[in-house]
């Protein structure tokens, strides 16, 4: 949870923007952390913080006499919305950006799928002239496929992560 740091200082300077601060808290969380569990805890943490902040300082410290005793309902109200928005984000941004990197002569590219047919169209364009696979089993959540291709080897990593796969395609020169 490395973008806790960042979401953190930015969540607390946003949130005063209504539902804006919970998009922008989302977007750095989900596209920072490589894991939806810690992109949403992330989220979820930097969201509370701001705004317990911004209904102590609109609870205890602004009072606007026009206002009376709705001030402190609409900033809770407010806060709340803006914390699922800032969740929901994050496991958006989290669960369907595709993640490339490369070093030297090898990339790896990271994935989230929802079943064995999305995993296989987005690696397909990947195994033109690839032999066949060769699997190998690391629990019951972990499967890890290894082909050898023309002039590069191709391993992906299937592991389950709640109700989607994550899959992370290395591409590697041989």
């Not at 005793?69 to 994050?90: D, R």
Request: glycine content about 6%; overall charge positive; hydrophobic content about 40%.
């Amino acid at each position: 949870m490395h973008s806790i740091k960042y979401s953190i200082p930015v969540a607390i300077l946003t949130w005063w923007i209504p539902f804006l601060g919970g998009i922008i808290t989302g977007l750095i969380s989900g596209f920072s952390e490589r894991k939806i569990s810690h992109s949403i805890a992330s989220s979820a943490i930097a969201s509370i913080i701001a705004s317990s902040l911004y209904i102590l300082v609109f609870v205890k410290i602004v009072k606007i006499p026009i206002l009376g005793n709705l001030l402190p309902v609409v900033t809770i109200i407010l806060c709340s919305v803006s914390t699922i928005i800032s969740i929901v984000t994050a496991y958006f941004i989290s669960s369907n950006i595709v993640r490339f990197s490369s070093e030297g002569n090898s990339a790896k590219i990271e994935f989230y799928a929802k079943n064995q047919e999305e995993i296989e169209e987005k690696i397909k364009p990947y195994e033109n002239g690839c032999g066949d696979p060769q699997y190998s089993f690391y629990g019951e959540d972990k499967v890890v496929v290894t082909r050898k291709c023309n002039g590069f080897i191709l391993k992906y990593e299937i592991e389950k992560e709640g109700k989607r796969y994550k899959v992370s395609l290395y591409l590697e020169g041989a």
